[in-house]
């Protein structure tokens, strides 16, 4: 039998296939997961493309940083997904990519909020995280401790964070529950852009958020998140596992 952290590895893989073939990353972007045996490691690929990446690619990580598996080149930003780790004990899986819908709310001041049902789980309230704030000119990437924790301080007890002129990180209390929510992000975006188009937008209310999440978070297997995740599957080429 397959230990936990084999299966680990290979839906972190799975993952990664999903938000490439969903266009939420392109070369650049990445997907993680806590270490099912240690809470204070997580395991990411090392710095490739997200379609690109397999078993072997995933390397293990310390919340600070620090390789502690595998002697691939890591990617800079992997401080997001140890800080976020580090503040959220809730947290089994980060999402952080560049998907271009979503951008454009970094950086013009209008708030981007659920629009459509399916989409809830981004959360009611998406702050922007400005690095130039705390650190002045930089150059956008996430390059240590210091600014992962004030990413993660941004993100707070929610579910996505915007980042100014960069893109965006989501958190999942699992790995299916942060694609799904990474992939709506971009889904919401796109439909927000186009909505607005036209005038002033009537969006989700708090309460409906709650109420869908509440729905979500009650799904059996075959439902909800695991449901968009066999879509998934097929789509990036993986068979299905029900
Ligand atoms: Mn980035």
Redesign the pocket.
Known sequence: MASQLQTAIEELVIANRIVAAEKVCDA???VSIRHPDDPRKFLLSRGRAPELIEAPDIMQFTLEGATAEGNGKPYI?RF?HGAIYEARPDVQAVV???SYSVVPFSVIGEKLRPIMHVCATIGADIPVWDPEHNFGDTD???ADMQQGRDLARALGAGTSVL?RG??STVAGASLREAVYAAVMLETNANLQLRAQAFGPVTFLTPGEIEKIRARQNRGKPGEGFDRAWQYWLRHAGFPTDE
């Open positions: 650049f972007g990445h930003e997001i952080h990519s560049h956008l990437l996430v980042m960069h893109g």
